[in-house]
């Protein structure tokens, strides 16, 4: 199962395996077949004009995820979770959301060099140790995908790698002010909830993934 957050909507890429998870996590959705890419490309922007849930399923997933991001310029970044030696979590308020830093891939970079650079730059926090990839699901792996147009109109595809990052107790936090960071905070796991009610709907996946595993382990 693959999440693509579009505007209020989000459209699923699925077989019919996932129908059960699909009815576990949303009270109102519509299930089509896939069909062809021109489908597709009617989805997405009925998903930009209106607030829905629209699962295409396919019996070959892959054909349908290339069918789907064919419909995109896709843009690879990058970002991280940092663990303070506390287990509290770093979260960055940015454009009237709660977030994690996290930015584009350059060109030359490694996906885990592109998120250590990118946090570093955000939070001013010099020292991180990379840890795991926070898995959100088998098919995404530990990717979030979402949606927004450019300044010229382009409809871009945004694919986030996701990586559990550590760092020291006296780490100096300096918002990036330049790209619109106003706030640094750790936040304890138990207090999330009231985070995840001012965050993206891909951030808040980060955070139910790691809070998970955190919780069993």
């Given at each position: 199962m693959i999440n693509i957050y579009i505007q209020k909507?989000?459209?699923?890429?699925?077989?019919?395996?996932?129908?059960?998870?699909?009815?576990?996590?949303?009270?109102?959705?519509?299930?089509?077949?896939?069909?062809?890419?021109?489908m597709i490309a009617r989805l997405i922007t009925k998903c930009e004009n209106k607030n829905c849930v629209i699962c295409v399923l396919s019996d070959d997933l892959e054909k349908l995820k290339d069918a789907t991001f064919s419909c995109f310029k896709v843009h690879i970044a990058a970002g991280g979770?940092?663990?303070?030696?506390s287990k509290k979590i770093l979260m960055m308020f940015r454009r009237g959301f709660w977030d994690l830093p996290k930015g584009h891939q350059e060109?030359?970079?490694?996906?885990?060099?592109?998120?250590?650079?990118e946090v570093m730059e955000e939070t001013g926090v010099k020292r991180l140790?990379?840890?795991?990839?926070?898995h959100i699901n088998n098919d995404q792996k530990n990717i979030t995908y979402h949606t927004y147009r450019?300044?010229?109109?382009?409809?871009?595809?945004?694919e986030s790698h996701?990586?559990?990052m550590f760092t020291?107790?006296?780490?100096?936090?300096?918002?990036?002010?330049?790209?619109?960071?106003?706030?640094?905070?750790w936040v304890n796991l138990d207090d999330l909830d009231s985070?995840?009610?001012?965050?993206?709907?891909?951030?808040?996946?980060?955070l139910d993934s790691y809070n998970n595993v955190a919780q069993t382990s």
């Open positions: 909507s989000v459209l699923i890429l699925a077989d019919k395996s996932e129908l059960e998870v699909l009815s576990k996590s949303y009270d109102a959705y519509e299930v089509l077949p896939f069909q062809n890419k021109e979770l940092v663990v303070h030696p060109e030359g970079e490694t996906i885990e060099e592109t998120a250590l650079r140790k990379l840890g795991k990839s926070i450019d300044k010229k109109g382009n409809h871009i595809l945004k996701w990586f559990e020291d107790a006296d780490a100096e936090l300096v918002p990036q002010t330049e790209e619109d960071i106003e706030q640094l905070e985070y995840k009610d001012k965050a993206y709907r891909s951030i808040i996946d980060v």
